[in-house]
């Protein structure tokens, strides 16, 4: 897999953008990738170190809509955490 596969896109709630301060990113990645694979890829995407990566798998919920009802779909998130020495991602940084 490429990097551009594993990473799908930034989890930006408040919880979540709350850790920028200390160097911890939440993304959403592809459900088959592992830890290690997520941190190549967060390294070689942003030029940065990575110190340590941790995972969930979040589960759909259920929504209603009138009689219908269904799930949103289910994702994997990675909480990736920067090494101290390690310049801070760009993107997240230009949203303050």
Known sequence: MREHDI???PL???KSYSGTSVK????VVDKKANKTEIKLAVEKLFDVQVASVNT???RGKLKRMGRTEGYTPSYKKAIVQ???DSKPIGFFESLS
């Open 24 to 27: 911890k990113y939440t993304f």
């Open 12 to 14: 930006l709630t408040e």
């Open 82 to 84: 920067l090494k101290a």
């Open 7 to 9: 990473i799908i896109r």
């Open 56 to 58: 969930a798998n979040v």
